[in-house]
């Protein structure tokens, strides 16, 4: 029987939406107050649900402390008080919008767990703007 466990997380991170390859007219009229070329920032809330079979040996889906470490490791340590636009190598050429963010923790989680979870990523952006990323 299929079982979810989640994990929440937090981190504050400053971007700037804007593509180099637009001019400053067409990057205002898309993206607005989030292209500021000075940047603005975000306290992000963080939910990590991973779904497969409980273990009968343990009785765990997997052991909550592994997924709290991946997390901090993989997201809290690189993105936490950071400039993702500047300081995170994978917003180097990737418009850091909610929705690429999510993506990006999506993928840093499944390099390292493999494919024996399924796994769903909610970033919050604001408490009313949030997206969800999961696999087919």
């Not at 079982?3 to 593509?19: D, G, I, S």
């Not at 992000?44 to 470490?69: A, H, Q």
């Not at 418009?95 to 494919?115: C, F, H, M, Q, Y």
Request: with cysteine; proline share 5%.
């Amino acid at each position: 029987m299929p079982l979810t466990v989640y994990r929440k997380a937090h981190f504050n991170a400053a971007h700037r939406l804007y593509r180099k390859d637009w001019s400053d007219e067409k990057n205002d009229a898309v993206f607005g107050k989030c292209n500021n070329p000075n940047f603005h920032g975000h306290n992000y809330e963080l939910i990590v649900g991973l779904s497969g079979e409980i273990d009968p040996e343990t009785g765990y889906l997997i052991d909550l402390k592994i997924l709290k470490d991946l997390i901090y490791e993989e997201v809290e340590k690189p993105f936490d008080h950071k400039n993702l636009n500047l300081d995170v190598p994978e917003f180097k050429d990737l418009n850091p919008t909610v929705e690429n963010i999510a993506v990006v923790i999506w993928k840093k989680l499944r390099s390292k767990l493999g494919d024996k979870y399924k796994i769903t990523v909610t970033l919050y952006e604001t408490p009313r703007n949030f997206v969800t990323y999961s696999e087919d």
